[in-house]
């Protein structure tokens, strides 16, 4: 189904959780790249641009919510695909994430189906939204390259015309 290897940023405390994402995410042909806490997630993002961020939200040194914070205030990363995974499952946990604005939000313990399902759905509207906007700017591209020369021809005309 996936046409390009996507590069996965695991943002995870728990080593075996974290390795078994990696795992699961490599088996469905992404690359994956792990961090275990808050802060070196944000550095590894920053570095690495990836296409999708799952991140947990209990961590050390920055939680979830304040990974997600200042990565959506990256120029580079704020368009990034962002999902939290995280024992918070409470109703009002859920939805705080995704008041924030997180494309998703998926409960431990998760089902792999469930997880690769989300993922690969967020990676396809990311591809579809990169696409439009390429689009859209070489629609702009084309209407100033054929309004130029005729915005430029036409003092000339006169100019010519006078003289």
């Known amino acids: 189904m996936m046409m390009r290897k996507y590069n996965i ?3 995870e405390d728990t080593k075996s959780i974290r390795e078994e994402l990696r795992d699961i995410l490599t088996f469905e042909g992404m690359h ?3 961090s275990e806490n808050g802060q070196e997630g944000i550095d590894k993002a920053r570095e690495h641009l990836p296409d999708l961020i ?3 939200i209990m961590m050390p040194l920055k939680d979830g919510y304040e ?3 200042e990565l959506k205030h990256n120029i580079d990363l704020k368009d990034t695909p962002f999902i939290f995974l ?3 499952a409470t109703t009002e946990n859920i939805r705080e994430g995704m008041i924030l604005g997180a494309d998703d939000y998926i409960t431990k313990p998760f089902q792999s189906k ?3 399902s989300s993922i690969k759905s967020r990676l396809k509207k990311d591809d579809e939204r990169k696409n439009s906007v390429t ?3 070489k629609t702009l591209q084309y209407n100033i390259t054929s309004a130029i020369p005729h915005e430029l021809l036409t003092p000339l ?3 010519i015309g006078f003289s």
């Open 86 to 88: 995280t024992s918070k």
């Open 135 to 137: 689009q859209s700017f």
């Open 9 to 11: 940023l695991v943002i």
């Open 157 to 159: 005309n006169s100019i």
């Open 54 to 56: 799952l991140c947990d």
């Open 32 to 34: 994956v790249i792990t």
């Open 114 to 116: 469930l997880l690769i």
């Open 67 to 69: 990974v997600f914070n």
